[in-house]
């Protein structure tokens, strides 16, 4: 079955330590994108890669950090979480040539105390 | 930054009435496209259409789009209770070589049986 995963699908933790939410597809997708939805401000996107080993910044990278080192995997990286980064997240995926059909996985929530 | 803006924020209607959800944006676009989330859940691609096409069908849902007034209007005819959800519309367009796509803020739609 076509899917974008997403662990975990939701995460407590503190501020100041470190966390990974990771995102997996096994569609053979060339671009992934992470994205949080906030009340109010829709989905806003964050990081996205257009291959492996070449990401680039979206609309509100500070405090994120991703990495492209194989094509199925892209995960989101929170060195330092603060509580403005509490959040419902999404990773998406699609072909280069397909950017506006994005498959979207289930999604993280994550609360920073 | 926002590029589209979904009207109404909210709406709620009967079982069997239409539904209709407008979509401003800004810039000149190559293609927009309407989403899909059901309560807390990853978005799901409805239907897209291009910047030379007016008007498109699929299913129970109409799209159309003017580009001179920069707006969008997505239709659900003879809802039904499952099509309570919140529908976002998105923008495509060139940024740097490569498609970005801009969510909205969403309509949330309501179908009561």
């Known amino acids: 079955e076509a899917q974008v995963t997403q662990n975990p699908r939701y995460l407590i933790t503190v501020t100041g330590k470190k966390l990974t939410v990771t995102c997996s597809q096994n569609m053979n997708h060339e671009y992934m994108s992470w994205y949080r939805q906030d009340p109010g401000l829709g989905l806003r996107q964050i990081y996205y890669s257009m291959n492996v080993e070449v990401t680039d910044k979206g609309d509100v990278p500070e405090g994120y950090k991703v990495s492209r080192k194989e094509k199925r995997n892209f995960p989101l990286i929170l060195e330092s979480p603060s509580p403005n980064q509490t959040s419902l997240y999404f990773c998406?995926?699609?072909?280069?040539?397909?950017?506006?059909?994005?498959?979207f996985g289930p999604g993280t929530r994550l609360l920073v105390l | 930054s926002q590029q589209g803006e979904e009207d109404p924020q909210a709406l709620s209607i009967q079982e069997g009435e239409n539904a209709t959800m407008n979509c401003s944006y800004k810039t000149s676009i190559n293609n927009l496209q309407w989403y899909r989330q059901n309560s807390g859940r990853g978005l799901v691609h409805l239907i897209l259409i291009r910047s030379n096409e007016r008007e498109k069908h699929s299913g129970r849902l109409r799209v159309t789009l003017d580009t001179s007034k920069k707006s969008s209007s997505l239709l659900i005819t003879a809802s039904r209770a499952a099509d309570t959800a919140s529908y976002f519309c998105a923008t495509g367009g060139d940024s740097g070589g490569y498609q970005k796509v801009t969510f909205g803020t969403g309509t949330k739609l309501q179908v009561i049986p």
């Open positions: 998406a995926s699609s072909h280069l040539l397909g950017v506006e059909t994005q498959y």
